[in-house]
């Protein structure tokens, strides 16, 4: 039989590899996975890059101009997003103070529903100032690709299960 100063070993042994085995887990799930989301995926930007160049076709020429209009773009939509979250605070005092009747609820959905619609112009407007930049050739390709463009999240969401 084995006695209590060999358990002792033994159990001293089991719990030294346990830990061991926990701390090698936590540097792993801990570690930088370098460019791109958790799931090492590129991020929207070079995701959109890659795809102009290599499905579409565009030059490094067009890539620049490209690059020029997407961060006009970003500090465009980036305001009204901004300007939005900060107007639900007010809309939801306007709420409150309205004891949420009908009437105040169907006000601010309309608030909401102008603001959205201005991001969405504004979205639109950007995709044809990316198509204008597409030579004659490139315009097929960007008209049925673009879509792809602007759903990469909700596939790589499907993909990653969330």
Same mark, same amino acid.
């Given at each position: 039989?084995?006695?209590?100063?060999?358990?002792?070993?033994?159990?001293?042994?089991?719990?030294?590899?346990?830990?061991?085995?926990?701390?090698?887990?936590?540097?792993?799930?801990?570690?930088?996975?370098?460019?791109?989301?958790?799931?090492?995926?590129?991020?929207?930007?070079?995701?959109?890059?890659?795809?102009?160049?290599?499905?579409?076709?565009?030059?490094?020429?067009?890539?620049?101009?490209?690059?020029?209009?997407?961060?006009?773009?970003?500090? *465009?939509?980036?305001? /009204?997003?901004?300007? &939005?979250? #900060?107007?639900?605070?007010?809309?939801? $005092? !306007?709420?409150?103070?309205?004891?949420?009747?009908?009437?105040?609820?169907?006000?601010?959905?309309?608030?909401?529903?102008?603001?959205?619609?201005?991001?969405?112009?504004?979205?639109?407007?950007?995709?044809?100032?990316?198509?204008?930049?597409?030579?004659?050739?490139?315009?097929? *390709?960007?008209?049925? /690709?673009?879509?792809? &463009?602007? #759903?990469?999240?909700?596939?790589?969401? $499907? !993909?990653?299960?969330?």
């Amino acid at each position: 039989m084995i006695n209590d100063r060999n358990k002792s070993k033994v159990f001293l042994l089991v719990i030294a590899i346990l830990l061991i085995a926990n701390i090698g887990m936590l540097i792993f799930f801990l570690q930088k996975k370098g460019p791109g989301n958790d799931n090492g995926r590129p991020d929207k930007k070079t995701f959109i890059v890659n795809l102009l160049k290599n499905e579409i076709g565009f030059s490094a020429g067009q890539l620049v101009q490209y690059d020029t209009l997407s961060s006009r773009h970003r500090q *465009k939509v980036g305001g /009204l997003y901004e300007n &939005i979250r #900060n107007n639900k605070v007010s809309q939801f $005092k !306007k709420l409150a103070a309205a004891d949420f009747s009908d009437s105040s609820i169907s006000e601010v959905v309309d608030q909401s529903t102008t603001s959205q619609k201005i991001v969405e112009i504004n979205m639109f407007n950007h995709i044809r100032s990316v198509r204008q930049i597409c030579t004659a050739e490139q315009l097929p *390709k960007f008209d049925s /690709l673009f879509v792809k &463009i602007f #759903n990469w999240r909700d596939e790589a969401r $499907k !993909k990653a299960g969330k």
